[in-house]
């Protein structure tokens, strides 16, 4: 496979996995297609976008015409598709948004593939980035007596801590509860109904949640970073008690790598940090973290914590079963948290203007300006 496209390449994983496709394989063209809503951001890609195997596109997925056109002007064998809407809380906002994104988007680029391949599925692939979302939420269970977290090898070879007996696998039911991870379900099913009917090349993943630059800073750890730093308050939604399985975004990219060209058609991979935390303890430790870097005092931005309303049908706990990506491929998250989150917190702090230009609302119409008519 020479000629990949990659959607939603201007957004915070994309970015990542642009960037390693590009660097790491010359030989490959990677096209970019990502329409550049509020989270896209083409500044994510400035040290690559001059290289001589890279194209950007500014287009919607949902656009037929135009996705027709760019399979067949860049002669594409390969999709990696992670444009989306990816935010919860806009989904309960605004859930017609994510059902055009992420369902209708999907099928218009599944349709586009199926047209220009023609039934030569040979060196094909429709990757499709999904996440642990999918599957609903799990309980705070623990073996008798034992409070949560406890340690466990039970999914893994290493020790973690869990918040529960029970943890998503590649068979676990899907069972979504918000608009988003309704809309990402339902694109999921799409994909796999692809290979079964058509004998597609399909790949599904479904990932847990990603954390490192770059990330637009409506989600929680780069929402909260910036926070701390301008002195604002922090909104931990309910008590803080909810529990999420955290992973660097490059290993993340790395899977994705590994994956996309050693994981069997038709098959479909959990990833996963085996990290998890609830919610509470790790905003403590981003706290910790930003105020040492800043150098203030231990504690000084603890008051910043601020308890608001919970947010509707908030899932108590996702944790990602990993072993067969593991056990099949050799995957393994490279980074400890500790060392994922410290980078993650100097990088927010030593890149200060790409988060302003993003607060400001300004690098929007910049890029729109640079970017229209293409
Ligand atoms: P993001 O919101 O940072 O980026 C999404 C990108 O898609 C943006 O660049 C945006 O401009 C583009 N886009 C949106 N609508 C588009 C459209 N109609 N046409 C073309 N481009 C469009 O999202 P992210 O966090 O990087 O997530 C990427 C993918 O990974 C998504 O499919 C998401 O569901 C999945 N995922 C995310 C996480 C996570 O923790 N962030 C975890 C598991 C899976
Ligand atoms: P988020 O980063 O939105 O990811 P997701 O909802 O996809 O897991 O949120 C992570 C967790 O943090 C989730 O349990 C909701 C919670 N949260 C807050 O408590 N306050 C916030 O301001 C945000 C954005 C999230």
């Known amino acids: 496979m020479k000629n990949i496209l990659i959607t939603g390449g201007a957004g915070f994983i994309g970015s990542h996995v642009v960037r390693l496709f590009v660097t790491k394989y010359p030989d490959y063209h990677i096209v970019n297609l990502d329409k550049l809503t509020y989270a896209g951001n083409l500044a994510n890609l400035k040290d690559i976008e001059n290289a001589p195997n890279y194209t950007f596109v500014k287009a919607d997925i949902c656009d037929f015409e135009k996705v027709q056109s760019v399979f067949a002007e860049y002669q594409i064998d390969g999709v990696i598709h992670l444009a989306a809407e990816s935010h919860v809380d806009r989904s309960i906002k605004d859930p017609f948004t994510f059902a055009r994104t992420n369902v209708m988007g999907t099928l218009t680029l599944l349709q586009a593939a199926k047209q220009y391949w023609n039934g030569n599925w040979e060196g094909k692939r429709f990757y499709h980035i999904s996440t642990d979302e999918v599957y609903g939420a799990l309980e705070l269970t623990h073996p008798d007596g034992i409070e949560p977290p406890f340690s466990t090898t039970a ?26 991870s309704a809309s990402k379900a339902s694109s999921d099913h799409f994909v796999r109904a692809f290979h079964d009917t058509y004998g597609m090349p399909t790949i599904v993943t479904n990932c847990s949640n990603n954390y490192g630059p770059y990330q637009f800073p409506e989600k929680l750890i780069p929402l909260f970073i910036n926070n701390i730093r301008h002195g604002k308050p922090l909104p931990v939604y309910g008590k803080g008690e909810n529990v999420r399985d955290w992973l660097y975004v490059v290993d993340h990219a790395r899977a994705i790598d590994l994956i996309f060209h050693k994981g069997k058609v038709a ?11 609830k919610n509470i303890d790790l905003i403590k430790v981003i706290i910790k973290t930003v105020d040492r870097l800043l150098g203030n005092p231990e504690g000084t931005s603890d008051h910043l914590i601020t308890y608001v309303t919970d947010r509707a049908g908030h899932d108590l706990r996702y944790a990602i079963d990993s072993t067969k990506l593991k056990n099949e491929l050799g995957w393994e998250p490279s980074l400890q948290f500790e060392e994922g989150i410290e980078k993650t917190v100097r990088w927010y702090l030593d890149n200060q203007e790409w988060m302003d230009n993003i607060t400001s609302g300004e690098y929007e119409k910049y890029y729109e300006s640079m970017y229209s008519g293409r």
């Open 267 to 277: 098959d479909t991979y959990n990833i996963g940090g085996f990290n998890e935390w």
């Open 155 to 180: 999914s893994s070879s290493e020790h973690h801590l869990a918040y529960g007996k029970d943890f998503f696998y590649e068979d676990t039911k899907y069972n979504p509860h918000s608009p988003y």
